[in-house]
T-cell receptor, first 114, second 114 residues
Framework: EAQVTQNPRYLITVTGKKLTVTCSQN?????MSWYRQDPGLGLRQIYY???????DKGDVPEGYKVSRKEKRNFPLILESPSPNQTSLYFC?????????????FGEGSWLTVV | QKEVEQNSGPLSVPEGAIASLNCTYS??????FFWYRQYSGKSPELIMF????GDKEDGRFTAQLNKASQYVSLLIRDSQPSDSATYLC??????????????FGQGTILTVHP
């Protein structure tokens, strides 16, 4: 089954404690991205990756890091989480950046930073 | 001006009516346009995409694109209570430094009441 898998799905953490949200896809997609969703703001892109070892900033990259060492994985790293990073996070992938149609989303990761 | 704007609603329509959702975008380089439906706490799911000016129909859904006026709309015919969700408009740029970037509007909350 084609899917994008995120972990953890739910996490409460404390300010400053480094955490990683993993994302893995099994569709051999080149393009992967991370979004955060906050009430009234829709989905905002954090980082995206066109292919292995190619990453770039989205609209709200501050406080986040990513890496793309393998095609299937695109982890989101919060080096020193702060309460304003409390949000719902989605990982997404598509075959290529130019793909016009199907973008697969993970189920989301609820992150609370206290 | 936001890159992609939607009326956040809520939009309330009676069962069986036509729901009309609108979206405007600012970048004339936008080439692909998407409508997603998102139930509370769930990931977005693609309803339709459209590239060319005019109408595109799929079942009860019709997407309309007018590039000259920079708007895209979604019509839902014979609205059902199960259509109650947040509808996200998304626009993809295929040129310049934002190649492949998907930008979302803030979403419109639709409520279909029996």
């Amino acid at each position: 089954e084609a899917q994008v898998t995120q972990n953890p799905r739910y996490l409460i953490t404390v300010t400053g404690k480094k955490l990683t949200v993993t994302c893995s896809q099994n569709m051999n997609h080149e393009y992967m991205s991370w979004y955060r969703q906050d009430p009234g703001l829709g989905l905002r892109q954090i980082y995206y990756s066109m292919n292995v070892e190619v990453t770039d900033k989205g609209d709200v990259p501050e406080g986040y890091k990513v890496s793309r060492k393998e095609k299937r994985n695109f982890p989101l790293i919060l080096e020193s989480p702060s309460p304003n990073q409390t949000s719902l996070y989605f990982c997404a992938s598509s075959l290529r950046a130019s793909s016009g149609n199907t973008i697969y989303f993970g189920e989301g990761s609820w992150l609370t930073v206290v | 001006q936001k890159e992609v704007e939607q009326n956040s609603g809520p939009l309330s329509v009676p069962e069986g009516a036509i729901a009309s959702l609108n979206c405007t975008y600012s970048d004339r380089g936008s080439q692909s346009f998407f409508w997603y439906r998102q139930y509370s706490g769930k990931s977005p799911e693609l309803i339709m995409f459209i590239y060319s000016n005019g109408d595109k129909e799929d079942g009860r859904f019709t997407a309309q694109l007018n590039k000259a006026s920079q708007y895209v709309s979604l019509l839902i015919r014979d609205s059902q209570p199960s259509d109650s969700a947040t509808y996200l408009c998304a626009v993809k740029l295929m040129g310049g430094t934002s190649y492949g970037k998907l930008t979302f509007g803030q979403g419109t909350i639709l409520t279909v009441h029996p």
